[in-house]
Nanobody
Framework: QLVESGGKLVQAGDSLILSCDAS????????MAWFRQAPGKEREFVAG????????YYADWVKGRFTISRDNAKDTMYLQMNSLKPEDTALYYC???????????????????WGQGTRVTVSS
């Protein structure tokens, strides 16, 4: 019900936009987020947004490089990633919160619906 796309192999310094299509969902969404999981590491929070799009928040390490947004008409969430680094290499997941626990949350446990992930590889 959540379908990510846009991941690919890019060079360091490049930009990339990831998309998460939520149009196939059968539940209400209060918030959505992007998480990522690098090889051998825990899945970590990247950015979150309320379903209305009026509030966004980021992991501290993003430092202005990434921007989360959503298009209500398309029922789609995006992650604009700039100045990509090799350490950004990971499987990027889209997550949704159908209960309200995820509002402002950076915790995996507060998002109960997940996509299959889209792989981003950044070469140096």
């Amino acid at each position: 019900q959540l379908v990510e796309s846009g991941g690919k192999l890019v060079q360091a310094g490049d930009s990339l936009i990831l998309s998460c299509d939520a149009s196939g969902r059968t539940f209400r969404i209060y918030a959505m987020a992007w998480f990522r999981q690098a090889p051998g590491k825990e899945r970590e929070f990247v950015a979150g947004i309320t379903w209305t799009g009026d509030s966004t928040y980021y992991a501290d390490w993003v430092k202005g490089r990434f921007t989360i947004s959503r298009d209500n008409a398309k029922d789609t969430m995006y992650l604009q990633m700039n100045s990509l680094k090799p350490e950004d290499t990971a499987l990027y997941y889209c997550a949704a919160d159908p209960y309200g626990y995820g509002l402002g949350s950076k915790a995996r446990k507060d998002f109960s619906s997940w996509g299959q992930g889209t792989r981003v590889t950044v070469s140096s």
